[in-house]
């Protein structure tokens, strides 16, 4: 029932991956810049079902961040969930 890719966060995603239900991105976005962290978070929200959630990093943080994400508290854990992609 699960399924394993590999896929490099920014390059273009596989077109035939599937719309998850949950994302672990722990720890990684770390690596990016402010510009580079929005699109890699517009690529995951683009591929996570409309109740779909996304896990960051204990010390991780989207709030500074235009991101299609809501983040809720849930038995004392940050999640974030997805938002209404708006299109500018
Ligand atoms: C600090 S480790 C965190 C590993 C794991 N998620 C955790 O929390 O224990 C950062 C991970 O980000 C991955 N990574 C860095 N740049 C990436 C990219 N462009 N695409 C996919 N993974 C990337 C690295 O390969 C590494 O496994």
Request: aromatic letters at 6%; glycine letters at 0%; hydrophobic letters at 65%.
């Given at each position: 029932?699960?399924?394993?890719r590999k896929v490099n966060l920014i390059e273009p995603w596989l077109p035939?991956?599937?719309k998850m239900d949950i994302v672990f991105l722990r720890n990684?976005?770390?690596y990016f810049d402010t510009e580079t962290?929005?699109?890699v978070l517009?690529?995951?929200r683009g591929s996570l079902s409309d109740n779909g959630f996304l896990f960051l990093g204990n010390a991780e943080t989207i709030l500074n961040l235009k991101a299609p994400f809501r983040r809720?508290?849930?038995a004392n854990s940050t999640v974030y969930r997805a938002a209404p992609i708006i299109k500018e």
């Open positions: 029932m699960v399924e394993f035939s991956l599937q990684v976005l770390i962290k929005a699109q517009a690529k995951v809720e508290i849930i």
